[in-house]
């Protein structure tokens, strides 16, 4: 069964940058979709960010421009830059995944995939 740990997380201030990784063990990533969504204290889960099996990329509004999601098969690890942080960027990140057939362009970040990770806790404060 596919697992996926997720570090990167930490404390930065606002305007500060932090890379987020997710790393699947045991499995080549070339048949997943990967996303990201996230879940701040108090709040809603929200879906930030997906990227389809082919590299075709979304980003929710409140995180495009400032967030970069990135796939090296190779190592069945994904990236998420996060620049330009703000305090309402903090919460848990967590990545999932869903298979895909290979060099599908298909992704969606709103919906939950079959797999996730624990998190990551990302705090943006001074």
């Known amino acids: 069964q596919l697992q996926l740990v997720e570090s990167g997380g930490g404390l930065v201030q606002p305007g500060g940058s932090l890379r987020l990784s997710c790393a699947a063990s045991g499995y080549t990533l070339d048949y997943y979709v990967i996303g990201w969504f996230r879940q701040g204290p108090g709040k809603e889960r929200e879906g930030v960010s997906c990227i389809s099996s082919s590299g075709t990329t979304k980003y929710a509004d409140s995180v495009k421009g400032r967030f970069t999601i990135s796939r090296d098969n190779a190592k069945s690890t994904v990236y998420l830059q996060m620049n330009s942080l703000k305090p309402e960027d903090s919460a848990v990140y967590h990545c999932?995944?869903?298979?895909?057939?290979?060099?599908?362009?298909?992704?969606?970040?709103?919906?939950?995939?079959?797999?996730w990770g624990k998190g990551t806790l990302v705090t943006v404060s001074s």
């Open positions: 999932m995944a869903d298979e895909s057939p290979y060099g599908s362009s298909w992704c969606d970040y709103d919906n939950a995939m079959d797999y």
